[in-house]
């Protein structure tokens, strides 16, 4: 399901709780509606707004760490990618097919992470794309370096295909996200209450109305915001590929 369809299924649990509770207010007997039983009502909306407000905070600050994470890891790859093209260079004809095999794993993972760009990358199979990595991995621990600096650059080439490979497994694990779906019901569920309570305190008007209007908006935007950055590689905020796609560039260079 679309976030922005979940956003708008928000909105109108919250708006439509408050005009619920409007138009409750105006039925209920009047002994429900003394002074009593309003301070009652009072402190249970508070109560639950102000958990409904830590954990809405919470996640948001928990959403937004793994994104500015994933898109850092982004970055790193992109560089790390470069460098291992760079040291393998230093190898000259030796590791041309191993230069040209780390391009294209990069290419089609970059086709499979970002469908949308429009990468003309070969079928993605993950057990392909595991075979050819163990497949470079030996590649690269076959050349024959003839000289100290060589040998240095050898175990340099491995040491940055590991990180590649274990930077790419964390990426793709966490591209699914994390919230938990019954979470999030229950946060819906405790907002509408909320919105429900407003409208029980308060008198139909144009600028009730809007003050619960926009406020159904917040609470919609916010839940937006946390299932966009949990779904770092689609959506409105998906994750630029440019550093992947600036490292391709210069490969093979």
Known sequence: MSSILIAVLVFGCTFGGAMMGIFLRARLPEHHRDDGSKEVLKLVIG??????????????????????????????LGIHLLQLDRVLARFGPDATEARNQLRRIALADLGHTWPNDGVDAPPYEPLQAQREGEELFSRIALLSPKTDVQRLDQSRALQLLVSLWETHRFLNEQAGGSLSWPFLMVLVFWLTVIFVGFGLFTRFNATVIAALLLGSLSVAGAVFLILEMNRPYSGVMQISSAPIRHALTQMGR
Not at 55 to 73: C, F, N
């Open 47 to 76: 109560l639950i707004a102000t958990v409904a407000a830590l954990v809405l905070g919470l996640l948001i600050s928990s959403a937004k760490s793994t994104y500015d994470t994933q898109e850092a890891e982004v970055q790193q």
